[in-house]
């Protein structure tokens, strides 16, 4: 950059700024921005024409006005005129009021990019730096299109200075990220490859920028880059501070370029050349070798540079997961790092060791720590660091230690912050179940969390103990005895209420023998809290009471009366009222055997993946997957249902989302839609669908009076079935697998007939060039009143008219 002479300091722009600051009041500073301003345009629009230094001031004053927040409409063809001046000064104030003024979609564009144009074929390379970072900083898809193939050409061009080049590459990366497809892939991408050897550190750092964002898309196209960074970094690393005097920063040599070099590598797989491999093993080995070694700066920089390095390197090596000893040293060095007194050490060890704890390799080397990470789930202080100790004690949890873990995370969730808890809540659920050694430890933990965090147990939770409890004869009357002891205290959550009305409905009468638990006792207890419930849980209770007349005859009585009172069949809510009405009508009508057919036992759920795990990978975002797998690890490690957990008698099609614990079962056939209620408590349980979308078929609350299971799934082995269901009903889910759900919607008038299909997108992923064909009989006449066949948008797992892309047709003569 060409040194800048004491004749070119602006007097006029220093006094400027120095009234702006002596203002003694907003106003007055207005005063004074208006009276330049005025001051400005006239000079501009004057006759007299201006030299290169008076715009050069002006449009100064401009840039400084508009960064203190006033709207700047004038003085952009004045910034564009100062781009033809062969003054380094001049130029470099035109490129900045054109870099942080002017639109993208302004009218000067055209001209700018010819002024551009220019100084990129003038071969000056301060000029050229000036037009790259123009292009970089506007960044505007025309100035792609009209650059685009320029750039790498200077990029790649032998007589090209090192500042250039470097300027070049962090412009082309600029432009790659706003629009991908300007950016061509040709000859010139295995040249740059080859610029990590280049001898100028700016070049190689700014060209590994580029070639981590390229080799993103084409792998393929920048592998041998691969061996270059290995080299690039072996020298690095082997470089004592003095070797690289210009590019050591506090006595550690190029941190920022070994940090980039270290992420480029972590965009492939280990390297099949023994030698390249071997040589960055020796890197990695080296780098953690230094971490033990005392450092060499007190300063604050020196650490943070050095950790910088450190923390990029156990990364790759957790990435390659192929290295048994590094694995195990880089956990042991982050073991240190968990005690540190810097906070963030703390938090990005904690977070490094989740992933640690899932390859086979570093697992037992990780649960040496779990002492450690307790007490910081226990006394730190930030939430964000007790948060990822909750993620560590999760991920490094087994059968040998899962029974610790659980109760430290129950004790932790009785004062955990109110973010986290439903989190937490659903870790210790997972763990409860995949690690269970026996049922009645399960059921208290559940019951437990219930008692701890009512408020935070979701639905998914509670259905889950229902459905074990169901399908296992062995710890049902513990479940009775259990739920039926947790009823009784004073102050009950409601999801206890919950659970408490489905497991005694079901099975109170395994408990019946003990006169502390007599039917009459047992239904008193539920009584008591039915009318501090919501409606939801009244109308489960309701259908307690009368499994209750089917179980203990001697109550029935007692609950004819309670749904004879008014409050239940002149109940407001619609749905409590209807069904005290149909169950005093059963219970007085029924034969003893009819009611016994109907009201009997519910059968075990099938078998499927839960949806606790879907929900808690939801919760944790895109990039929960590897802490929530631990199969490579531990693949001897199943849930209490032996690998495959129960679903209730009522789902919809699984998520397409990753099997977590290898639980995934085949779907079950399909099953017919059912009007929703305020009793529709037990609904899909192990789909990605919400909890409270209607239409979905009877909730497991009405399968809990049904006499067998009914599932949602891929239609097609059942189509005669699904069709079948249509001669009493008009609407419906008409077909439903893995990736789209069509839903049916039909009125008929005589001869006239109108149907409405929706199109659900079940998947991650939109549509594209989606559209509905119609076939019909040749005796019938199709008239298709109008149709949208936009792409369906993703993640609506379920069918609900108006959400989705859709087709109307009719009518039908």
């Given at each position: 950059?060409?040194?800048?002479?004491?004749?070119?300091?602006?007097?006029?722009?220093?006094?400027?700024?120095?009234?702006?600051?002596?203002?003694?009041?907003?106003?007055?500073?207005?005063?004074?921005?208006?009276?330049?301003?005025?001051?400005?345009?006239?000079?501009?629009?004057?006759?007299?024409?201006?030299?290169?230094?008076?715009?050069?001031?002006?449009?100064?004053?401009?840039?400084?006005?508009?960064?203190?927040?006033?709207?700047?409409?004038?003085?952009?063809?004045?910034?564009?005129?100062?781009?033809?001046?062969?003054?380094?000064?001049?130029?470099?104030?035109?490129?900045?009021?054109?870099?942080?003024?002017?639109?993208?979609?302004?009218?000067?564009?055209?001209?700018?990019?010819?002024?551009?144009?220019?100084?990129?074929?003038?071969?000056?390379?301060?000029?050229?730096?000036?037009?790259?970072?123009?292009?970089?900083?506007?960044?505007?898809?025309?100035?792609?299109?009209?650059?685009?193939?320029?750039?790498?050409?200077?990029?790649?061009?032998?007589?090209?200075?090192?500042?250039?080049?470097?300027?070049?590459?962090?412009?082309?990366?600029?432009?790659?990220?706003?629009?991908?497809?300007?950016?061509?892939?040709?000859?010139?991408?295995?040249?740059?490859?080859?610029?990590?050897?280049?001898?100028?550190m700016g070049v190689v750092t700014a060209a590994v920028s580029l070639i981590t964002?390229?080799?993103?898309?084409?792998?393929?196209?920048?592998?041998?880059?691969?061996?270059?960074?290995?080299?690039?970094?072996?020298?690095?690393?082997?470089?004592?501070?003095?070797?690289?005097?210009?590019?050591?920063?506090?006595?550690?040599?190029?941190?920022?370029?070994?940090?980039?070099?270290?992420?480029?590598l972590q965009c492939y797989p280990p390297p099949e050349d023994a030698a390249v491999?071997?040589?960055?093993?020796?890197?990695?080995?080296?780098?953690?070798?230094?971490?033990?070694?005392?450092?060499?700066?007190?300063?604050?920089?020196?650490?943070?540079?050095?950790?910088?390095?450190?923390?990029?390197?156990?990364?790759?090596?957790?990435?390659?997961?192929?290295?048994?000893?590094?694995?195990?040293?880089?956990?042991?060095?982050?073991?240190?790092?968990?005690?540190?007194?810097?906070?963030?050490?703390?938090?990005?060890?904690?977070?490094?060791?989740?992933?640690?704890?899932?390859?086979?390799?570093?697992?037992?080397?990780?649960?040496?720590?779990?002492?450690?990470?307790?007490?910081?789930?226990?006394?730190?202080?930030?939430?964000?660091?007790?948060?990822?100790?909750?993620?560590?004690?999760?991920?490094?949890?087994?059968?040998?230690?899962?029974?610790?873990?659980?109760?430290?995370?129950?004790?932790?969730?009785?004062t955990a912050d109110y973010a986290i808890r439903e989190e937490i809540v659903l870790?210790?659920?997972?763990?409860?179940?995949?690690?269970?050694?026996?049922?009645?430890?399960?059921?208290?933990?559940?019951?437990?969390?219930?008692?701890?965090?009512?408020?935070?147990?979701?639905?998914?939770?509670?259905?889950?103990?229902?459905?074990?409890?169901?399908?296992?004869?062995?710890?049902?009357?513990?479940?009775?005895?259990?739920?039926?002891?947790?009823?009784?205290?004073?102050?009950?959550?409601?999801?206890?209420?919950?659970?408490?009305?489905?497991?005694?409905?079901?099975?109170?009468?395994?408990?019946?023998?003990?006169?502390?638990?007599?039917?009459?006792?047992?239904?008193?207890?539920?009584?008591?809290?039915?009318?501090?419930?919501?409606?939801?849980?009244?109308?489960?209770?309701?259908?307690?009471?009368?499994?209750?007349?089917?179980?203990?005859?001697?109550?029935?009585?007692?609950?004819?009366?309670?749904?004879?009172?008014?409050?239940?069949?002149?109940?407001?809510?619609?749905?409590?009222?209807?069904?005290?009405?149909?169950?005093?009508?059963?219970?007085?009508?029924?034969?003893?055997?009819?009611?016994?057919?109907?009201?009997?036992?519910?059968?075990?759920?099938?078998?499927?993946?839960?949806?606790?795990?879907?929900?808690?990978?939801?919760?944790?975002?895109?990039?929960?997957?590897?802490?929530?797998?631990?199969?490579?690890?531990?693949?001897?490690?199943?849930?209490?249902?032996?690998?495959?957990?129960?679903?209730?008698?009522?789902?919809?099609?699984?998520?397409?989302?990753?099997?977590?614990?290898?639980?995934?079962?085949?779907?079950?056939?399909?099953?017919?839609?059912?009007?929703?209620?305020?009793?529709?408590?037990?609904?899909?349980?192990?789909?990605?669908?919400?909890?409270?979308?209607?239409?979905?078929?009877?909730?497991?609350?009405?399968?809990?009076?049904?006499?067998?299971?009914?599932?949602?799934?891929?239609?097609?082995?059942?189509?005669?079935?699904?069709?079948?269901?249509?001669?009493?009903?008009?609407?419906?889910?008409?077909?439903?697998?893995?990736?789209?759900?069509?839903?049916?919607?039909?009125?008929?008038?005589?001869?006239?007939?109108?149907?409405?299909?929706?199109?659900?997108?079940?998947?991650?992923?939109?549509?594209?060039?989606?559209?509905?064909?119609?076939?019909?009989?040749?005796?019938?006449?199709?008239?298709?009143?109008?149709?949208?066949?936009?792409?369906?948008?993703?993640?609506?797992?379920?069918?609900?008219?108006?959400?989705?892309?859709?087709?109307?047709?009719?009518?039908?003569?």
């Open positions: 950059m060409p040194a800048v002479s004491k004749g070119d300091g602006m007097r006029g722009l220093a006094v400027f700024i120095s009234d702006i600051r002596n203002c003694k009041s907003k106003e007055a500073e207005i005063k004074r921005i208006n009276k330049e301003l005025a001051n400005i345009r006239s000079k501009f629009k004057g006759d007299k024409a201006l030299d290169g230094y008076s715009k050069k001031k002006y449009v100064c004053k401009l840039l400084f006005i508009f960064l203190l927040g006033h709207d700047i409409d004038f003085g952009h063809m004045e910034a564009v005129n100062l781009l033809s001046s062969n003054k380094y000064t001049e130029k470099q104030i035109g490129y900045l009021f054109i870099s942080v003024l002017v639109n993208s979609n302004s009218e000067l564009i055209r001209l700018i990019n010819n002024a551009i144009k220019n100084d990129l074929a003038s071969r000056n390379p301060t000029f050229m730096c000036l037009a790259l970072h123009c292009i970089a900083n506007v960044g505007s898809r025309e100035m792609g299109e009209a650059f685009a193939a320029d750039i790498p050409r200077i990029l790649v061009a032998g007589d090209s200075m090192d500042s250039v080049k470097q300027s070049a590459a962090l412009c082309l990366l600029r432009l790659y990220k706003a629009s991908p497809d300007l950016v061509p892939m040709g000859e010139w991408t295995a040249r740059v490859v080859h610029l990590l050897n280049d001898q100028h964002c390229l080799c993103k898309k084409n792998p393929d196209d920048f592998k041998t880059c691969v061996s270059l960074a290995v080299s690039r970094l072996s020298r690095i690393v082997s470089s004592a501070s003095t070797d690289l005097q210009d590019y050591t920063y506090y006595f550690v040599p190029a941190p920022w370029l070994s940090v980039k070099l270290l992420r480029l491999k071997g040589r960055l093993v020796e890197c990695l080995e080296t780098v953690l070798n230094k971490a033990q070694e005392p450092p060499k700066s007190k300063k604050v920089q020196h650490s943070n540079a050095k950790n910088a390095i450190l923390f990029e390197t156990i990364s790759l090596i957790i990435h390659y997961d192929s290295e048994p000893n590094l694995l195990v040293r880089a956990c042991n060095q982050l073991g240190q790092f968990l005690q540190h007194r810097e906070t963030n050490l703390r938090y990005l060890a904690l977070e490094s060791m989740c992933t640690l704890a899932s390859s086979e390799f570093s697992h037992e080397a990780v649960k040496t720590h779990i002492d450690t990470v307790i007490n910081a789930l226990k006394t730190e202080r930030d939430v964000s660091v007790r948060q990822r100790a909750a993620d560590l004690l999760y991920a490094m949890c087994d059968r040998s230690n899962a029974k610790q873990i659980v109760s430290e995370m129950l004790r932790y969730l009785e870790k210790v659920a997972i763990l409860a179940e995949k690690y269970a050694v026996d049922y009645s430890w399960y059921v208290d933990t559940i019951l437990n969390l219930i008692r701890i965090a009512g408020d935070y147990v979701s639905e998914e939770v509670w259905y889950r103990v229902l459905q074990i409890v169901t399908n296992r004869d062995d710890v049902q009357g513990y479940a009775a005895k259990t739920v039926f002891e947790a009823l009784q205290a004073p102050a009950c959550h409601e999801n206890m209420v919950k659970v408490g009305g489905y497991i005694l409905g079901e099975f109170g009468n395994l408990i019946a023998g003990d006169p502390r638990s007599s039917p009459p006792v047992q239904f008193s207890l539920l009584h008591s809290k039915f009318h501090l419930c919501s409606v939801a849980t009244r109308a489960l209770l309701l259908s307690t009471y009368i499994k209750f007349i089917n179980l203990f005859p001697e109550t029935k009585a007692t609950i004819q009366g309670v749904l004879r009172a008014g409050s239940q069949l002149r109940n407001a809510d619609v749905e409590l009222q209807q069904r005290a009405v149909e169950y005093l009508t059963l219970s007085s009508v029924a034969s003893t055997d009819v009611l016994a057919t109907v009201l009997e036992e519910m059968p075990p759920f099938p078998e499927r993946e839960s949806s606790i795990l879907a929900k808690l990978k939801r919760k944790k975002g895109p990039g929960a997957g590897s802490a929530l797998d631990d199969s490579r690890r531990d693949p001897s490690s199943h849930d209490i249902n032996g690998g495959v957990e129960p679903t209730p008698s009522t789902v919809s099609t699984p998520s397409p989302s990753a099997d977590l614990l290898g639980l995934r079962a085949a779907p079950p056939p399909a099953a017919p839609p059912a009007p929703s209620g305020a009793g529709n408590l037990l609904v899909d349980v192990f789909s990605d669908s919400p909890a409270t979308q209607p239409g979905l078929g009877p909730s497991p609350e009405e399968a809990f009076l049904s006499p067998g299971p009914e599932d949602i799934g891929p239609p097609i082995p059942e189509a005669d079935e699904l069709l079948n269901k249509f001669v009493c009903r008009n609407n419906g889910v008409l077909f439903e697998n893995q990736l789209l759900q069509i839903g049916v919607k039909s009125e008929f008038r005589q001869n006239l007939g109108r149907m409405y299909l929706f199109y659900g997108n079940k998947t991650s992923v939109q549509f594209q060039n989606f559209s509905p064909t119609v076939v019909h009989p040749g005796d019938l006449q199709t008239h298709i009143l109008s149709a949208w066949p936009s792409p369906a948008p993703p993640g609506l797992p379920s069918w609900q008219p108006g959400n989705r892309s859709r087709s109307l047709f009719g009518p039908l003569t």
